[in-house]
């Protein structure tokens, strides 16, 4: 738990303000992940420095991950740390401001909307929109 901390406390005080800012949005970001053991595919935007255990997460190519989200790999259980994947399967976007959680994976080309929270283990079909706190179905003709 303390070497997740420590990794922590450096791309919260070192990296994000002096390197991931300025980097947001390109590929470089992408190559910064990677080095980290994060799976980026291939023409993946990520704006965002809120991916703690890069290793436990997966952007499949085209996927979006916005402004403000956090791919949250980790929560605590009765004080137990406990660790889990995230996925974005091929072109799913993630929308600024949202969180999802632990063992949780967005479909092929699923929409997650603002400011929305994926709750753990939750599992979203691919073609679908998502939205609210926690995620509901999007009824965009309402």
Do not use: Y
């Not at 799976?39 to 990520?46: F, L, N, P, T």
Request: hydrophobic share 50%; proline share 6%; net charge negative.
């Amino acid at each position: 738990m303390w070497a997740n901390e420590l990794a922590d406390t450096f791309v919260e005080v070192l990296a994000a303000p002096w390197f991931t800012g300025a980097v947001s949005g390109t590929p470089v970001l992408n190559l910064w992940f990677r080095a980290l053991g994060a799976k980026i595919g291939r023409g993946v935007w990520i704006e965002t420095h809120w991916l703690p255990e890069t290793d436990l997460v997966e952007v499949g190519d085209g996927a979006t991950v916005n402004a403000g989200t956090v791919v949250q790999t980790h929560l605590f259980h009765d004080r137990v740390l406990a660790l889990d994947e995230v996925v974005l399967r091929r072109g799913a976007t993630l929308g600024p401001n949202s969180v999802i959680l632990p063992a949780a994976a967005i479909g092929r080309h699923a929409v997650v909307g603002p400011v929305s929270l994926v709750m753990r283990g939750e599992s979203l079909p691919d073609k679908t929109l998502w939205i609210g706190n926690p995620i509901g179905p999007w009824d965009q003709a309402g």
